[in-house]
Nanobody, 121 residues
Framework: QVQLVESGGGLVQAGGSLRLSCAAS????????MVWYRQAPGKQRELVAT???????NYADSVKGRFTISRDNAKNTVYLEMNSLKPEDTHVYYC???????????????WGQGTLVTVSS
């Protein structure tokens, strides 16, 4: 199994910055993509940023130029650097890893428990 533990959420004023981390642990063969999502109460979960094991990166339009995703493959950890935060960035942020438990197995999605980011105006 793959366990994901997120950290770094909290309360910040508009214009401020936060850095989220998500560390993967457990017994697995490989992790391909690592993805940040976010979800506000009563709304659908939305994709924020994706980074593959090869370093390909994509961002949602709403965060381009403000958020930066990166990963440390040796530590199986993905980061989300969030700058110029806005009140509308207030969400629970979730980490997802797409990985294989064995070399011959299919890829599955594994989710973290979420971390709350609150941006005050």
């Amino acid at each position: 199994q793959v366990q994901l533990v997120e950290s770094g959420g909290g309360l910040v004023q508009a214009g401020g910055s936060l850095r989220l981390s998500c560390a993967a642990s457990g017994r697995f063969f490989s992790i391909n993509a690592m993805v940040w999502y976010r979800q506000a109460p009563g709304k659908q979960r939305e994709l924020v940023a994706t980074i593959t094991s090869g370093g390909n990166i994509n961002y949602a339009d709403s965060v381009k130029g403000r958020f930066t995703i990166s990963r440390d493959n040796a530590k199986n950890t993905v980061y989300l650097e969030m700058n110029s935060l806005k009140p509308e960035d207030t969400h629970v942020y979730y980490c997802k890893a797409v990985g294989r438990l064995y070399s011959w197995s299919l890829e599955y999605d594994y989710w973290g428990q979420g971390t709350l980011v609150t941006v005050s105006s």
